[in-house]
């Protein structure tokens, strides 16, 4: 089984810095996609940056564009480097990777258990 673990997170002012991270344990053959992904009370999930792993392919959101990056640590580790941030970035965030398990599965979806930012103004 795969697990995802998040770290980082928590309560910064406006225009201050937090940098999250993400890391798969078990037993993975390939990761083609490694995310991270948004959501506030009352607002729907956004997805905010992620990494397509073939090409090393990375988008943004336009709401983080500039101020948010992406990269791969390593082969199963995924960061977010938040900078300028501000109120309206406040919301947990996930990381989610596509995985397959083996050369034949099909990929699958595993979430992390999520982290608190938080932005005052």
């Known amino acids: 089984q795969v697990q995802l673990v998040q770290s980082g997170g928590g309560l910064v002012q406006a225009g201050g810095s937090l940098r999250l991270s993400c890391a798969a344990s078990g037993s993975i053959f390939s990761i083609s996609d490694m995310g991270w992904y948004r959501q506030a009370p009352g607002n729907q999930r956004e997805l905010v940056a992620a990494?397509?792993?073939?090409?090393?392919?990375r988008g943004y959101a336009d709401s983080v564009k500039g101020r948010f990056t992406i990269s791969r640590d390593n082969a199963r580790t995924v960061s977010l480097q938040m900078n300028s941030l501000n109120p309206e970035d406040t919301a947990v965030y996930h990381c989610?990777?596509?995985?397959?398990?083996?050369?034949?599965?099909?990929?699958?979806?595993?979430w992390g258990q999520g982290t608190q930012v938080t932005v005052s103004s």
């Open positions: 989610k990777f596509r995985v397959k398990t083996t050369l034949g599965a099909l990929p699958v979806d595993y």
């Open positions: 990494i397509f792993t073939s090409g090393d392919s």
